[in-house]
């Protein structure tokens, strides 16, 4: 009598055949766009570059600033495929915004208002998350979409005409501000890197709080820009508290 296999065993070589497949294409995929983010944060950061003026701090506050940064970038998981970089530019209002591939700037009008090294760090963090969960990227092929993204990761003569408008748009979300989602789970990585880093939570709230007694939480001051169009500080604040 011949026996007969079940068809699930006939058929289980071939699911891995494809599932192998399947990943090694997945792979090869994110390599590709992880090139292509790599190019608008560059086409990006140059832009910003050549509008806005570079600020070279003291060489003790840039080694402090440097060593906060280093310490939240480290915490994060994206830190061995990308290059993260901190630029201080100047501009009085508070804030900070993170490009596409891990390019952060740091306004002065920040560096000045924040009370303790807690309090920075925890902007940053909040801007290193925003890469670390590929908002901007996220944001890109949502307004382009996936047709075109696919057509540029594939293409290896890119369109400097399109590559400048998808440099415009990320610069434009990374100064303005993601969706609430985006926003919430910065500020909820942001924390976690705080922490892994040996920051408190306690600083970043404090900040939160004290910006929330300066401004009513609604009119926002030119000189307190920070997050303006972000959901409001005080539901944030609430987050975090209940992390």
Known sequence: MIRRRPLFLLVLPLLVLICVSFSGYAGFFDSLELSLEKDIGGDSYESIMAEMTVVQLEPEEEERLQSIFNRL????????ELEFS???????????????????????GLLNYVQNDGE???VLAHEIAHVDRKHGMDAIKRQVGMGLILKLVLDKNKSKETMAKIGAFAIN???????REAEFEADRYGVIFMEKAGFRKEDILGFWQRMVEET????VPKYLQLFS?????????ERIKAM
């Open 86 to 108: 901190l630029t201080v530019v100047e501009e009085d209002s508070v804030n900070a915004f993170a490009l596409p591939a891990g390019y952060i700037f740091v306004h002065t």
């Open 173 to 179: 979300m990374a100064q303005l501000g993601y969706s």
């Open 229 to 237: 169009t972000h959901p409001p500080t005080s539901e944030r604040i």
């Open 216 to 219: 009513g939480d609604q009119d």
């Open 120 to 122: 920075l760090a925890g």
């Open 73 to 80: 970038v480290n915490a994060c998981s994206r830190k061995d």
